[in-house]
């Protein structure tokens, strides 16, 4: 009997809860509240899939969206030959690397460790200064007399006169030391007689004009010009204030100067006496004078050592690269040579901890098929905290600056993309970073070598038109508010039943916005 009340009684209990509760409404009350009576409510659809990448937190994104990135990328170089190597890096990390540490031929790139370690050497604020100086011998009205016009040279490898610069791109324009305005300061200083002569000396460096490792078809180039502590126009030969033979349909190929410093002299008295200046002898180049023995008239500055490497790298400036060099040499060493600036640099990236164990160069320019380095090398200086940040910034923006406004056209890197790029039949190489449309910064060196020439071209089109859409995907591993899930749309609220008592709470705000 006990048993079979106990079977009765509770679902009479579930019963009568059942009843009540059906009786809340009416004993104790809802309110119905209108939130707003002009809309409706509706089930908003998701913008994001439930199982989508955007719902999960960093934790998981990040490694994910790494795999991925390594996934597309190693199925990106299997179109590259041996003789190649890339990386890819961001915020410090390694996301990618192939043949990292493999030596190969940087070709023009070579310049960004010759600027990098310019700026470690001398400072980004360095900058060179030529001196004029005479002696001053004057009359009442303080005419120079009886005295040579001497001018030392400091390096200073972007001197140029007005009239050659119309031959070269317009970033020259505005990073260079005017020999025209260095003439114009000379006649301010009341200088309008020179009984003697425009005298140039170029002891601060050696007098090798070219590189030894170069071959013979290179040296007589118009690619490069002469080199000298005293340069002017880019070691070329000009014509008396006037390059109108090297411009036209069918222009003169510019000549390199045998005698650079004799070839400034010449110049520069042919601009002293444009402005009226008196010269009595023929201008010529003596090392022999000390400077000390003579009256300092002026000392013209040049560029920032900053703006230099940019024009440098804008416009890959081999000239001022092989300059750079020996100046790096002669600040570290006391002798102005392109050796000396070798033995330099890898002692400067090993100060900076920058490891260079494959590094094997013959000249600053990148212009030797003998210069050797590694990805990672370049990867390295892009990372570096101080002087990586201004060599960087001293990068051409691809698709708009310098010998890089053409390349890359029409894909995600273009003006993204920092970087000095310059590829030929059988090597190529792109060094730079480029910003993400999530606003990640990735550090990219890739250096091909081939002996396939025939190739070369194609290689390197489909490689990186292949890589710019993988790098602009790539989102870097976002934080979960970055990450979150989108709605489609906007939560519109209608009338509902809300609690009684809780009608002033500002329930609008829970809508779907970020679901």
Known sequence: MLQLLKRITLPLLILATLIALLNFKDRFGYEEVPINTAQKVETPDLGTPVYSLRRA?????????????????????SSLPDSSCFAISAD???????????????GGAQKIITAYAALAQLGPDYQYETVISAD????????????????????????????????LPEAYSSIRTSADEMADLTVAMNILFIQGAVVVNESRYDEERTI????????????????????????FDGLRQNYSQQRGENPTPLVPSVNPAKRFAA????????RGVIILRAAKEVNNVEQSSLVELLTIKSPTLDQIAKQMLTNDDNVTAEMVLKEIGFSRTGQGSTGSGLVSLPEILAANNIPNTEL????????????????????????????????????PLVGVEGVVSNTLLGTPFESNL??????????????????????????????????????????????????APILSEFTGGKTLEEMGPRSVIEYNAGPSYVPFGLSSFPWQYFAAKDF
């Open 57 to 77: 937190p960093e934790l998981l994104t990040s490694p994910l969206a790494t795999q991925q990135l390594q996934e597309n990328l190693s199925e990106l170089i």
């Open 92 to 106: 410090g990390e390694q996301l990618f690397e192939f043949q990292k540490q493999l030596p190969l031929n940087p």
């Open 136 to 167: 001053r011998e004057t009359d009442a009205d303080g005419n120079l007399l009886s005295s040579d016009l001497y001018v030392f040279g400091s390096g200073d490898p972007v001197i140029r006169t007005d009239a050659f610069l119309e031959l």
């Open 212 to 235: 030894v490792g170069w071959d013979q078809e290179l040296k007589e180039s118009a690619e490069i010009g002469s080199l000298s502590a005293s340069l002017l126009d880019g070691g």
């Open 267 to 274: 110049n520069f008295d042919d601009l002293l006496e444009a």
């Open 360 to 395: 094997l160069l013959t000249d600053g320019s990148g212009l030797s098929h003998d210069n050797q380095a590694t990805c990672g090398l370049f990867q390295s200086i892009l990372q570096d905290d101080e002087y990586g940040v201004t060599l960087k910034e001293a990068l």
């Open 418 to 467: 920092i970087a000095h790029a310059h590829f030929e039949t059988d090597r190529g190489a792109l060094v730079g970073s480029y910003t993400t449309p999530q606003g990640l910064e990735m550090n990219i060196t890739y250096i091909v070598n081939f002996d396939d020439t025939e190739s070369a071209e194609n290689i390197h089109k489909s490689f990186l038109n292949g890589l």
